[in-house]
């Protein structure tokens, strides 16, 4: 599973690799495994067909990186992989997912900063009292334990963000912070997503394009069973518009999803579903775990 990439126009946030490194992962994962294009291994997993040792690559986020900093790797290696795609961005629009993930690593010294400044503005705002009341249920040794290569700082900036907070009061702090440094969004945001054109040429190369929600809550299990099926719904619709072609794959955005979710997976007729770690085995086809390429580069390491 990957997520950011860096070179000379991208930026090296958190937890992003370069070509290089990409490059050695690939190579560490052939020496004992065999990975697959993706619509051989998509058919293969359909038919509870596959063998120990065939994987595949997936791609979360339809991120601009991704196309311009990681699929020439993939060519060079002869290789295809999954793209899991919220679809608000691919059609003009802007998520503030990842422009609060580029505020935090482009305008402060290191995440370390960013942190302070987030908290700092938390315990300063409306929302102070009800964050104390949630931390004093917070335990950094059991929240996303099954995320290793998460800080203590980033399991309770994360707790706070998607519980202490929610979505509208963690976006109002957020938007508070970039305010207060006079930045213009639309310049700010326009090196981070793929648009439909380079969404369509990766389906047109065979690789395989799925569903990660319309517009990606980072607690999507929390949402009403009717707003989760607004959010896959119309991502679903977008994708099929787009490409001609019915979306049968879904990576679970965040790893948030409950029995609801799986049964409006079911309902649009999608196939095989990714989680986003490998702590349990999957249950049914629409949660096959997946090794974060931060775990595999620990290994390499090591």
Not at 173 to 186: G, S
Not at 261 to 273: A, F, P, S, V
Request: glycine content about 4%.
């Amino acid at each position: 599973m990957f997520h950011h990439f860096y070179d000379d126009k991208h930026i090296k946030g958190q937890g992003a690799i370069s070509q290089n490194e990409l490059a050695q992962i690939i190579e560490y994962y052939q020496r004992h495994h065999q990975i697959l294009p993706a619509l051989e291994w998509l058919e293969k997993a359909i038919q509870n067909n596959l063998h120990e040792n065939e994987v595949c690559l997936t791609f979360d986020d339809a991120l601009l990186c991704q196309y311009e900093v990681a699929l020439p790797v993939l060519e060079a290696f002869d290789l295809s992989a999954f793209w899991f795609v919220y679809s608000s961005v691919i059609t003009g629009g802007t998520e503030k997912l990842e422009i609060y993930r580029k505020f935090r690593t482009s305008c402060f010294e290191g995440i370390d900063a960013f942190y302070e400044d987030f908290f700092g503005t938390v315990n300063t705002s409306p929302y102070a009292s009800q964050v104390v009341t949630a931390l004093n249920e917070f335990s950094p040794a059991t929240y996303l334990s099954q995320f290793p290569f998460y800080t203590e700082a980033d399991r309770r900036f994360r707790f706070v963000r998607d519980h202490a907070l929610g979505v509208d009061a963690y976006n109002h702090i957020l938007d508070q912070m970039i305010d207060a440094q006079n930045i213009d969004l639309n310049d700010f945001s326009s090196d981070l997503w793929m648009n439909d054109r380079q969404v369509i040429a990766l389906h047109e190369k065979n690789h395989v394009i799925g569903l990660h929600s319309h517009t990606h809550p980072t607690a999507l299990a929390a949402l009403p069973a009717k707003d989760q099926w607004t959010e896959y719904k119309t991502n679903y619709d977008t994708l099929n518009e787009i490409l001609n072609a019915t979306p049968e794959t879904v990576s679970h955005p965040c790893n948030s999803y409950n029995h609801e979710t799986i049964q409006i997976l079911q309902d649009l007729k999608i196939k095989i579903g990714f989680r986003s770690n490998m702590a349990e085995p999957h249950s049914s086809l629409l949660e096959f775990p997946r090794e974060d390429h931060a775990n595999i580069m620990g290994k390499i390491a090591a």
